[in-house]
């Protein structure tokens, strides 16, 4: 007879059994999930990160708005 693993709910520290039978592991429940996945959408919760200097988006944004301006600007030329 094996035993099941349980493991506690994430969001309200229930025991959960962790087999094919629980619907909403590592949840207990469908609220519990629903709860959890709210935080994150509103984001509560957040993965840390270390600025990259690297990139960050707003050269690029510059770049491709630059570059369109251009276009634009050439296209209208043009008729």
Known sequence: M???LKVNCPTCKKKV??????L???FCSE???QIDLGAWADE????PAEPNEQWSGAETFEL?????DK?????????
């Open 31 to 33: 609220r519990c999930q």
């Open 64 to 68: 491709q708005s630059s570059t369109l």
């Open 44 to 47: 509560s919760y957040a993965i």
């Open 17 to 22: 059994a962790w087999n094919e039978l629980s």
């Open 2 to 4: 094996s035993k099941s």
């Open 71 to 79: 276009q634009n600007i050439d296209n209208y030329k043009l008729q």
């Open 24 to 26: 909403f592991r590592p």
